[in-house]
Every structure is written in C-alpha cells, then in structure tokens.
C-alpha cells in the first residue's frame, strides 16, 4: 500500500491537524477514571479492578506500536490510522456489550485488548511524517499532534460525566456511553484517514524513511535497540510515565480521598473537572515542553521533568491534604512534565538515531510506556486499596505511592545524566553521499 503523497503546493500546515483527530480521539483513554467509580458501584468491582481495561489498553498500546512500527513506516500514516479507526472504535462497541450485559470481561476484552491496538497504531501514525514535513522544528511538530492525545481527556472526561448523569451511572448508561464514543469517534478519526499526506520526494513504494544526505548520521530500528542510548531513553520514558500515569489513572477518587474528611469535599462532577484541568495541564506540556526542547536540547528539558517532578511529588506528599490548590497545582506541573516526556521523545530519538526508521524506533520504545501502564495504575491502586483495608483514609492512603515514584524518578534523572551520542558502527552507509563523491572525483581523474 502506497502512502498519499502531497500534490505541488500542498501545505506541511494541513498535516497536524489530520493527526491531531486521530489523537484527540484516543486520548479518551485519559479520561477512563471518570468511569472506574460507576463501574466499581455497578459491577462491584475493587479500585485495581476497575483499572484493568486502562492498563490492558496502555499495555496493548505499547505492543502494538513495537510491533507495528515497522508496519506504519512501509504503508504510511493513512494506513495506520485507517487501522487505529477500526480498532478503537470497535472497542468502544464490544465494551458497551460487555457493559448492556454486565460481562466485565467484554469491557476488558474490548476497551483493553482491541481499543488497545487501536491506541499504538494511532498514536505513532503521524509521528515519522511529521518529523519529515516538519525538519527544522521536530519538537514543536511532534508536539502539536501528540498534544491531541494529553487533550482528549479535556473533551472526554467531561462530556462523559454528562453522558452518564443524562444516561445513568448503572450499567445500562455505561453500555450507552461506550455505544456513543464509539460511533462519534469513527467519525472524528476519519478526518485524519482523509486528510493526511507524506511529503513530496518520498517513495511512493514504502521507503519513505529513506535516509538523506542532508539528515545526518542514521541508525536503523533494529541496529538502534542494541545501543545503550535506546535503553537509557527507556528507562527515561518508563519512569516519567509511571510518575505521571499513576495520579492520572486514578485522578477522580484521588483527589475525592484526599479531602473526604475536610470542609470542603470534593463532589464527583468537581471531579471530572479536576481530571478535565489534568488533561489541560497535560496537553500544554507536550506543546509547550517539546517546544522548549527545541532551544535548550532534550537532555536538559528531562532534567527538568524528571528533577523538578520529583520536587512536586515531595510537596504534594507533605502538603498536598492541607492546600486544595497546591495539590491541584502540583499535580497539573507534574501532568505538564508527563505530557511534555511523550512529546518530546520522538524528537530525542531523531537527535540520536536520525529519521529512517524513527518510526519504528519510536514503536520499540513505547514499550517503555506499556511497563509503565501496568506499573502507575498498580503501586498507586495496590497501595490504597491495602491502605483501606487497614482502615486509613484519606492523603494516607496515597503517601507511600508517591514516596515510590520519587524514586523512580530519580532513577530517570540518572539514566538521562548516561546518554551520550550513538557511536558511528551503529550509523547505515550513506550511499547518496557516495554517489556525490564519485561524480566530483571523476572530472578531477579525466
């Protein structure tokens, strides 16, 4: 399958926007915890429970961007996201199913596994285009669209809080909610499917990842995992994700907890909108950060995200149960560094490995993030719902969990300190710059 190329005159402009309908559209998964407490009362299921479809997703989602990365570089972005339409959509469809006949597992099998795929597939179709249309500022570009997925709980989580006061908080109105996010978001995705293109230039047979002569040094996907860089950059991205996701997954009963025994409680609409600034806070940070990036250089804006987050996490376990808005200041700074890590990847990546197969690279790497789906949600939902069990409330059932991600972050901070430029036994030949050579040494050899 033959990538769209753009036709003479076409703007790189119109290019963002296709991704960011992809990507406002999946990243409703952000807006999943405005759906654990109806799930819990309704299906009668723990906190860790609830939170299994979010973490299958995320997991899903990394595997399928690892796996299918190499895919999305041979048949273009319209491909993917073609893909990703089919997938998430139909795993909104199956989950309503599952929840009209209150089968937890169809909810699991659908938003988990299948939207899942759905999730990696999008989430990387726009990424290797756009670093081409967009050479001189990858970080802002890669930025724009990978805001869409930080934004989408901005739309989501709100619009689904009014579906279920308007449907029901049972399992009926669960199963109504799903049936409609499934079909509104085939719709909204589809404008990306029609609207993307590849630039000008490119093979029209796949290979648009074809390395220039101008691009630097590049290093293939497969040549790329067995450096040390890619592994740093893992471990960079896993903890950063496990600091962010795990308040994120668990936004709505968070901060509920955190002031339930205080004069002024939070209601769950409050919360919904608490969930709603996160994903604010999230969305500015993959612009904002990732553009920032590009003036002082990847190595130091993760110096901020990873020193500074472990700052916020401190002020938030000290202080965080005596001052609403310092938690929710803390926690929409620690959200930004979160969202701003994504965004800023890719453009780190191609720093390092060049744009051939930055794609797939990017793919591999997000495996970093399917680890961290499952860790976030699992120390943050363990913790507390062990910590309720014995009979604690409150900020207390939450201490320990932070206390962890600081750690982790610190672990983050180190490993970033350890990267260092690929050595050049990693880089592909470059034949074009050969051919170059040859053609100017054979005047001077007549």
Known sequence: MSPPVAPAGWSRWLVPPAALSVHLSIGQAYAWSVFKPPLESSLGLS???????FQLAIVMLG?????????????????????????FSSGFLISAL??????????????GFVGGIGLGIGYISPVSTLIKWFPDRPGMATGIAIMGFGGGALIASPWSAQMLASFGADSSGIALAFLVHGLSYAVFMSLGVLLVR????????????APSVVQGPQVSANSAIRTPQFWCLWVVLCMNVTAGIGILEKAAPMIQDFFKDTSTPVTLSASA????????????GRIGWSSTSDLIGRKNIYRVYLGFGAVMYGLIALFGDSSKPLFILCAMV???????????????LKDLF?????????????????????LGPLIVNW????????GKSGSSLYELSFIIMIGLLVVGFVANELVRPVNARHHIPAPREETVDVERQQPESA
């Open 47 to 53: 906190g860790t429970q609830s939170a299994l479809p």
């Open 354 to 374: 060049g744009t051939y197969q930055v794609g797939a690279i990017h793919g591999r790497l997000l495996t970093a993030w399917s680890t961290a789906g499952v």
């Open 198 to 209: 590849v630039p000008r230039g490119e093979d029209r047979a796949g290979t648009a990842g």
């Open 273 to 284: 909108g608490f969930v709603a600034l996160l994903s604010a806070a999230n969305m500015a």
């Open 98 to 111: 599952g929840a009209a006949t209150e089968q937890y597992w169809l909810i699991v099998l659908g938003y």
């Open 63 to 87: 595997l399928s961007a690892a796996f299918g990365g190499t895919l999305v570089e041979r048949n273009g972005p319209r491909w993917a996201m073609t893909v990703a339409l089919v997938c």
């Open 334 to 348: 620690i959200l930004s560094f979160y969202g701003g890590g994504f965004a800023t990847i890719p453009a780190y």
């Open 383 to 390: 913790i507390a719902d062990h910590q309720k069990n014995a």
